[in-house]
């Protein structure tokens, strides 16, 4: 797929999500800040006082930080999982009268579900700046680990978009997922609320790895752990040729039906 349509459908993308709305782009802001809102109105108190269990010392705002933290790396993550699923079927027009890669183009999903990532996380440096926030090089890990969790998600993707071509439950069994993944793992809670016969199970989760990598580099300005990275990597490497090589097999398939 040549850059200029990648641009056009990741444009395309930013202008259609709330084109016809009173309020138009503004809510690409608002929305997070509002679930952000919620969030902390209603586990700040309880799940503040935790915080000191893991080294977090940044008074009335620590819970604040560690959540938006975790709630917009996690958007990130399901909004790019659940999009690149839909993705065919979303895009058969253009499949069908376009000679388009059908691997590549879910990219410009990638690059639209960034740009509103980083938009979010323009109001997040400002909260940081104005609390007087201490930055670090350790923030240099930041790109390091969000590649990591791009990469889980849009293999992730991939293989569920081959495979919904063929059975439609796959669209709800992927919302059904990412609502059970998201409570398991310590977004808008902290892990020492739970059992610790609990915990073993959570080093299961990769997303567990993503957010606690953040957390580390932003909050605890830290070096994050990095053979767990470094096994996502290849774990997500490893799902993303897996998903290459079942849509290759699949491709004549995969228009066929579309």
């Not at 700040?44 to 893991?54: F, N, Q």
């Amino acid at each position: 797929m040549n850059l200029s349509l990648l641009y056009h459908l990741t444009r395309q993308d930013l202008v259609d999500r709330y084109a016809g709305s009173i309020l138009g782009a503004a809510w690409t802001f608002i929305m997070p800040l509002v679930n952000i809102l919620i969030f902390t109105l209603i586990f700040s108190r309880i799940m503040g006082m935790r915080l000191g269990e893991l080294g977090v010392e940044l008074g009335q705002y620590s819970y604040s930080v560690y959540l938006v933290i975790g709630v917009l790396a996690w958007n990130l993550f399901a909004n790019t999982l659940t999009r690149v699923t839909h993705v065919f079927h979303d895009k058969a027009a253009i499949i069908g009268k376009v000679n388009v890669s059908l691997f590549a183009l879910p990219l410009y999903l990638l690059f639209s579900e960034m740009t509103v990532y980083l938009i979010a996380n323009g109001f997040f440096l400002v909260f940081l700046f104005a609390i007087d926030f201490d930055f670090t090089w350790h923030w240099l890990w930041w790109p390091v680990i969000l590649l990591v969790q791009q990469t889980l998600a849009y293999a992730i993707g991939l293989i569920f978009a081959t495979l919904s071509v063929f059975i439609r439950d796959i669209k709800q069994f992927v919302g059904v997922l990412t609502q059970l993944w998201f409570w398991l793992t310590p977004i808008v809670y902290v892990i020492t609320i739970l059992p610790e016969n609990w915990k073993p199970l959570f080093l299961l989760n990769p997303f567990f790895h993503i957010v606690n990598a953040l957390r580390d580099a932003l909050m605890l300005q830290t070096v994050p752990a990095l053979l767990p990275l470094a096994l996502l990597l290849v774990f997500a490497l490893l799902l993303l040729a897996f998903g290459l090589w079942l849509g290759q097999r699949l491709e004549r398939d995969i228009r066929d039906f579309i």
